[in-house]
């Protein structure tokens, strides 16, 4: 009697782990595709906000300052000789697509991660900032967050970004991920 006891005993425990392993794994996989809905929920109400596109300004809600696809620039030729400052060119590269983005020197440049997107940040709503391009002294630095790994490359050398910052040179790459973002500056 003693050793059907102890078989029960087993077999009822070996029973309730599976028991637990399989409710484990369940809610796994209920969590995962609930991040996985949440994630394509905020994917088209991001596409539909972009699609709608209106023209006409809220005044409760600032305009996007960043679309690749409307730029507006002044030339420089109303500033003095001294005033006159570089604007920058920032050509975003990623496996599907290219974009092309202006900025003037006042201008911060927010690179980082949204919409499980690497890019140009347009907001900060939703989004994970990684570094900042600004323009100091005559010229433009990018500084980093310490969200991810920054890497900026100049002709064959590569370095990582860190808090201090490093100055940018027309023709150097920015890696993040699996996006790079070429820099040049445009005379104004």
């Known amino acids: 009697m003693g050793k059907t006891q102890m078989l029960i005993g087993i077999s009822v425990i070996v029973s309730a782990l599976i028991i637990a392993i399989i409710n484990i794994q369940s809610k796994r996989k209920r969590k995962k595709e609930e991040q996985f809905q949440a994630t394509k929920k905020m994917r088209e109400d991001s596409l539909k906000?972009?699609?709608?596109?209106?023209?006409?300004?809220?005044?409760?809600?600032?305009?996007?300052?960043?679309?690749?696809?409307?730029?507006e620039y002044s030339t420089g030729e109303n500033q003095n000789v001294k005033e006159r400052q570089p604007m920058l060119q920032v050509v975003e590269k990623n496996r599907l697509a290219e974009k092309k983005y202006i900025f003037r020197a006042n201008e911060t440049v927010m690179l980082g991660l949204q919409f499980g997107t690497v890019g140009v940040l347009n907001s900060l709503?939703?989004?994970?900032?990684?570094?900042?391009?600004?323009?100091?002294?005559?010229?433009?630095?990018?500084r980093s967050f310490g969200k991810g790994t920054?890497?900026?490359?100049?002709?064959?050398?590569?370095?990582?970004?860190?808090?201090?910052?490093?100055?940018?040179?027309?023709?150097?790459?920015?890696?993040?991920?699996d996006t790079t973002f070429q820099i040049f500056y445009m005379k104004g």
Request: charged share 20%; hydrophobic share 30%.
């Open 49 to 71: 906000a972009a699609l709608s596109n209106t023209m006409e300004g809220s005044a409760e809600e600032p305009s996007v300052p960043h679309r690749p696809y409307k730029v």
């Open 125 to 142: 709503e939703n989004a994970e900032v990684w570094c900042e391009l600004y323009f100091a002294n005559g010229t433009y630095c990018i």
């Open 150 to 177: 920054v890497y900026v490359q100049r002709n064959k050398k590569t370095t990582t970004v860190d808090q201090r910052g490093v100055q940018l040179k027309s023709g150097d790459s920015i890696q993040l991920q």
